[in-house]
């Protein structure tokens, strides 16, 4: 099998409205994951934004990548409450200036603007793996990301190892000591409870093996 998925934005806005959907299904869940080590509203701050993010996808039929991803950060930046707001924001500003006046994005070209977002919230944050962030969950979804496509993967296969690292970075979140954010506060008292940044941070790469596989692959 190749790589040979062109992605254009009806596909990633469908990837971006079924995030949304799940952040809104997933809201109490978050919410209560950061009642456990933060301020109880990962949930809502991520739900608001989204939100409003959802409201404005239709307008960016025909528009170029650039324009889709950054008025996406944009509204993060100005409606998500909390660090979360910033760091979302930055993911999806750096999406788009990494794919520019694009109107398809080839899976690589995916691969490399998912990993400009990330390096962007590591810079934006400052938090390193093992700090028990969102971070924690990206990086390892990333590589994935990388190393499949590097060995032939489809895309679809490639978010579905993406998602299974992400998922399995989210997890590992639970043993890890917090040292930025809310968290950090509680010092070893963070032990134990699974980060709530690290959970959205995996949905939103679950949602895009979802959303980018065909539907005969999506629950192989
Ligand atoms: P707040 O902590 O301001 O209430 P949220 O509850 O919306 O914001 O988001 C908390 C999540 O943000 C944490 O679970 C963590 O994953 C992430 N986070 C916090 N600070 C940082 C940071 N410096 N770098 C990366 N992620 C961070
Ligand atoms: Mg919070």
């Known amino acids: 099998m190749t790589s040979d998925t062109t992605l254009n934005i009806a596909i990633l806005t469908d990837w971006i409205n079924r995030y949304a959907n799940q952040i809104s299904d997933n809201k109490a869940y978050l919410t209560e994951l950061d009642a456990a080590i933060g301020d109880a509203d990962h949930g809502i701050n991520m739900q608001h934004g989204f939100e409003a993010v959802q409201q404005r996808l239709p307008g960016f039929a025909g528009e170029p990548m650039s324009v889709f991803f950054k008025n996406i950060g944009m509204t993060l930046l100005s409606k998500v409450g909390g660090a979360s707001g910033p760091l979302y924001g930055t993911l999806f500003l750096r999406m788009g200036m990494a794919s520019a006046d694009k109107s398809t994005l080839t899976p690589t070209e995916f691969a490399e603007a998912l990993a400009a977002g990330v390096e962007g919230i590591r810079q ?9 962030t969102m971070v924690d969950a990206l990086t390892p979804a990333v590589l994935a990301l990388h190393q499949a496509l590097d060995n032939g993967a489809t895309l679809c ?11 399995a970075g989210m997890k590992a979140t639970i043993s890890m000591q917090a040292y930025k954010g809310r968290a950090s506060y509680l ?27 065909p539907a005969e692959q999506a629950t192989s």
């Open 124 to 132: 934006r944050g400052s938090a390193r793996p093992g700090d028990k």
């Open 157 to 167: 296969e490639a978010l579905q190892a993406a998602a299974a690292a992400g998922e």
């Open 187 to 213: 010092g070893p008292r963070s032990i134990g409870h699974q980060d709530p940044g690290a959970t959205s941070a995996y949905l939103l790469i679950k949602s895009a093996a979802e959303s980018f596989c």
